[in-house]
């Protein structure tokens, strides 16, 4: 789906060093039904044979970012790239079911105020899909302010659904680049940037789209990803209390913390 020899969707993925899982990410987002046709990229900060071997084996552009390093500089300079007006940051090593960009689309197409959308999602673990577990339970409850549509654009509803943890899975969330603000992320955080920059985003006016009939795409836990090395070193906790604090006072969001660290084992194998 094109106008005017311009895409509608993008998939822009972020690839650093040599993911095993990067293939199969990408095998996703080109089988994508429906019609759309989305665009497909890789950025990388890391660029390597290896990863220009693998962007020319799918015939797509890669990008390499030269200026600063840091997460969130990575995403939003991926996100810089895409041509088209509703933008997905894929992480390397989720997967995507075929259906997720012409829903993306549709959504994002019928309320002109939309902001991002985004869909339920499933885990990988060990290779297997899981598509409930007691974590993924809390995240859905969490989001139930936001289950109803006429819900969408209200100010209350986008914060209940963030004000208890990062329910937002990342990777699902496609923005609606015409009422975002370029760029959308939020740097400063290595953990929490994704969910720093929806409670940015919770305060401007506009809808925030949640598809939770279906899971839509799968978020793969593993030992090597970033945050589980962040849950390691503690450096997580920090940022959840700080996060917290943005929606509690502090002694009520040192308590919500305490219980908000336990739920994180669950990205451990």
Same mark, same amino acid.
């Given at each position: 789906?094109?106008?005017n ?12 060093g040599?993911s $095993?899982y990067?293939?199969?990410?990408l095998d ?18 890391? $660029?390597?044979p290896?990863?220009?071997?693998v962007?020319?084996?799918y015939?797509? $552009? ?6 600063e390093a ?6 939003? !300079?991926a996100? #810089?790239?895409?041509?088209?007006p509703f933008?997905?940051i894929?992480?390397?090593d989720?997967?995507y ?11 994002l197409e ?7 959308y985004f869909?339920?999602?499933g885990?990988?673990?060990?290779g297997?899909r ?13 989001l #139930?302010?936001?289950?109803k549509r006429s819900n969408?654009s209200k ?6 659904a963030l004000?208890f943890g990062?329910?937002?899975c990342?990777p ?6 015409a009422?975002?603000p370029n760029?959308? !992320?939020?740097?400063?955080?290595k953990s929490? @940037?994704?969910?720093a920059?929806?409670?940015s985003? #919770?305060?401007?006016?506009g809808?925030f789209l949640?598809d939770a ?8 836990i593993?030992?090597d #990803?970033?945050?589980?090395? @962040?849950i390691?070193s503690r450096?997580?906790?920090v940022e ?14 040192g ?8 739920g994180?084992?669950?990205?451990e @194998?």
């Amino acid at each position: 789906m094109e106008r005017n020899g311009a895409p509608q969707h993008a998939f822009a993925v972020c690839a650093y060093g040599r993911s $095993p899982y990067l293939t199969e990410c990408l095998d996703s987002l080109v089988a994508q039904s429906g019609g759309v046709g989305s665009e497909v990229f890789i950025a990388t900060s890391t $660029p390597s044979p290896w990863l220009s071997q693998v962007a020319e084996s799918y015939g797509v $552009p890669l990008y390499v970012n030269e200026g600063e390093a840091g997460i969130g500089q990575d995403w939003n !300079f991926a996100y #810089s790239h895409a041509r088209a007006p509703f933008v997905t940051i894929a992480h390397q090593d989720d997967v995507y079911c075929p259906e997720y960009a012409v829903h993306a689309v549709r959504a994002l197409e019928s309320d002109v105020r939309s902001l991002i959308y985004f869909t339920n999602y499933g885990e990988l673990r060990h290779g297997e899909r899981v598509d409930d577990n007691e974590l993924l339970r809390v995240k859905r409850r969490l989001l #139930s302010p936001l289950r109803k549509r006429s819900n969408a654009s209200k100010r209350w509803a986008k914060r209940a659904a963030l004000r208890f943890g990062s329910a937002i899975c990342c990777p699902s969330v496609t923005f609606n680049v015409a009422n975002c603000p370029n760029p959308p !992320f939020i740097v400063g955080m290595k953990s929490n @940037l994704d969910w720093a920059t929806w409670e940015s985003l #919770s305060r401007r006016e506009g809808s925030f789209l949640y598809d939770a009939d279906d899971v839509l795409m799968y978020h793969r836990i593993h030992s090597d #990803s970033a945050t589980s090395e @962040l849950i390691a070193s503690r450096e997580r906790d920090v940022e959840d209390l700080a996060m917290l604090e943005r929606f509690w006072p502090r002694p009520v969001a040192g308590l919500i913390e305490r219980v908000y660290s336990r739920g994180t084992k669950s990205n451990e @194998l």
